[in-house]
């Protein structure tokens, strides 16, 4: 067998490996926390956004009564802004970077409510 045949024959069988990874898979993470007033009250029915910073494609939860808030199976692969409003009023932006690793996110969002 040439020596060519022979390479093409090994790398062959090294990509056919059962098991071995053909892409690079995204990886996920889940971002969860609650949204609370200055005195650190929850608020339910506030709207928390999270926004693709590249896509900008937007997704939104309800918070529940103890102003929780869960979004499962976020891309780690890209940025994210996060944020909530309440009854009008608006928390400040924040980053969710893919440079953090953490795939347990939990961010604390506060409403400054007049």
């Known amino acids: 067998m040439p020596c060519l045949a022979k390479c093409a024959f090994f790398v062959l069988a090294v990509c ?7 892409q690079a898979q995204s990886s996920l993470r889940d971002v969860h926390g609650v949204v609370t007033d200055q005195h650190h009250e929850p608020l ?5 956004y999270l926004e693709n910073e590249s896509t900008e494609a937007i997704v939104t939860f309800l918070t529940d009564r103890g102003g929780e808030y869960d979004f499962k199976r976020v ?6 802004f996060l944020w909530a ?3 009008g009023v608006q928390t ?8 953090d690793s953490k ?3 939990v961010v604390r969002l506060t409403i400054h409510l007049r």
């Open 16 to 22: 056919a490996v059962p098991g071995a990874p053909m």
């Open 44 to 48: 339910r029915g506030a709207v928390v």
């Open 75 to 80: 891309s780690a692969d890209s940025n994210f």
């Open 85 to 87: 409003t309440y009854r």
């Open 92 to 99: 400040k932006k924040k980053l969710l970077s893919r440079f």
């Open 103 to 105: 795939t347990d996110k």
